[in-house]
């Protein structure tokens, strides 16, 4: 469906999910055009400075930011598809309008004003999230088969209560509301699960990095809370939005999500993959302690009461389906990702 002449542009082109989904469209033939912050910032563009002299005259970089109108212009000419991935995935912020907000809901109009501006595109792959699927662990009650699957929204999330689940919400929600004002292109919306594996780059800033790392190095040692969450390989997640790009029958949401599992199930995997080298957790706090100690540790009674203990389960048959998508195993994926932090030096 996408000529392979064109150029794909991927968003947040450096992130962490981003650089294997540049690095895949490469070895597949495409052309990319790939948005950075600041082409400048050598820790956080090397390995795409590292992919360009592989492929030579495939990737260009160009700067852009969510909230600069007209920031993508110039990337964006002559492309026929769009993955548009830069948003702020960050838990612990101070001012979350402005750091999580801002970005991903203005950031997603002022990316579509510019696909509606550029004649030559055809599809817009967003990457939302699961957490536009749900914001409590305890929503899964509401579901009609105690299962989250693409129908359902998150209604619990605010600015206040799980901002950054709010703000891939309002943003997935814009994105289509915005696509069904027009018919030139249209929209496939994939929504990862917590997204683990290997990192491309050496930083240690994302979300998905700082977890493992948190896990590996003891801050969970005297005891992990009863946490749920999906996982996915971020390798899978990158396959996923490239078969969304470029499957002519793709369509709707997909939850990508390989398996659930809480954090102690988790940190398990791993002790079978590499024995009693780490600081891995090996109990579970009780929920009580929780509503004790959470607050100290940024979980408000709210959080506790309606995550703690609560399992989360989710139907990921339609990325399959529709996409094709082969799920690796969570454990190659673990150990995979201890594997590179322990070669760029992160971890012993
Ligand atoms: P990441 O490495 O932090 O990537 C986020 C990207 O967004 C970075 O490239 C960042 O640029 C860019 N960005 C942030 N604010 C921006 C702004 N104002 N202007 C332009 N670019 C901006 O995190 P990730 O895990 O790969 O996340 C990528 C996407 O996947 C996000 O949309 C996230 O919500 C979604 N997602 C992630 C997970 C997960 O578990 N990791 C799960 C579900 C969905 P800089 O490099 O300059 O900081």
């Known amino acids: 469906?996408?000529?392979?002449?064109?150029?794909?542009?991927?968003?947040?082109?450096?992130?962490?999910?981003?650089?294997?989904?540049?690095?895949?469209?490469?070895?597949?033939?495409?052309?990319?055009?790939?948005?950075?912050?600041?082409?400048?910032?050598?820790?956080?563009?090397?390995?795409?400075?590292?992919?360009?002299?592989?492929?030579?005259?495939?990737?260009?970089?160009?700067?852009?930011?969510?909230?600069?109108?007209?920031?993508?212009?110039?990337?964006?000419?002559?492309?026929?598809?769009?993955?548009?991935?830069?948003?702020?995935?960050?838990?612990?912020?101070?001012?979350?309008?402005?750091?999580?907000?801002?970005?991903?809901?203005?950031?997603?109009?002022?990316?579509?004003?510019?696909?509606?501006?550029?004649?030559?595109v055809k599809r817009v792959v967003l990457t939302s999230s699961v957490v536009a699927i749900y914001g409590d662990a305890a929503d899964i009650k509401e579901t009609k088969k105690g299962i989250f699957t693409e129908a359902d929204w998150n209604t619990t999330s605010s600015l206040k209560h799980q901002p950054y689940s709010y703000s891939k919400t309002l943003a997935e929600k814009e994105a289509w509301q915005l696509q069904k004002?027009?018919?030139?292109?249209?929209?496939?919306?994939i929504n990862p699960s917590f997204v683990m594996g290997p990192s491309l780059s050496n930083r240690t800033d994302g979300e998905s990095t700082d977890f493992m790392i948190q896990l590996l190095s003891g801050s969970f040692k005297a005891g992990a809370p009863y946490l749920s969450f999906g996982f996915v390989d971020v390798r899978d997640v990158a396959a996923a939005h490239i078969l969304a790009g470029t499957k002519e029958t793709a369509s709707g949401r997909h939850i990508t999500c390989a398996t659930s599992k809480t954090m102690l199930e988790t940190a398990l995997i791993l002790r079978k993959e590499f024995g009693d080298q780490y600081k891995l957790p090996s109990k579970q706090l009780p929920k009580f302690l929780m509503y004790l100690v959470g607050p100290f540790a940024g979980f408000s009674w709210k959080f506790v009461r309606n995550n703690i203990g609560i399992p989360v389960v989710f139907d990921n048959t339609y990325s399959q389906d529709d996409l094709g998508l082969v799920y690796r195993d969570l454990s190659d994926t673990l150990k995979d990702q201890v594997n590179q932090l322990i070669e760029s030096g992160h971890v012993q």
């Open 181 to 189: 004002q027009q018919n030139r292109w249209d929209l496939v919306v």
């Open 1 to 120: 469906m996408i000529n392979k002449e064109t150029p794909v542009l991927v968003t947040g082109g450096s992130g962490y999910i981003a650089s294997w989904v540049v690095q895949q469209l490469l070895e597949q033939g495409y052309k990319v055009n790939a948005t950075v912050r600041n082409k400048s910032k050598i820790a956080k563009v090397d390995h795409l400075l590292n992919l360009q002299k592989k492929f030579t005259g495939k990737l260009k970089l160009y700067e852009a930011d969510l909230l600069k109108e007209g920031s993508f212009e110039n990337a964006m000419k002559g492309c026929e598809l769009v993955i548009h991935m830069a948003s702020p995935f960050k838990v612990n912020v101070k001012d979350a309008q402005k750091e999580l907000l801002d970005p991903a809901l203005k950031g997603t109009r002022n990316l579509l004003k510019q696909v509606n501006e550029t004649a030559t």
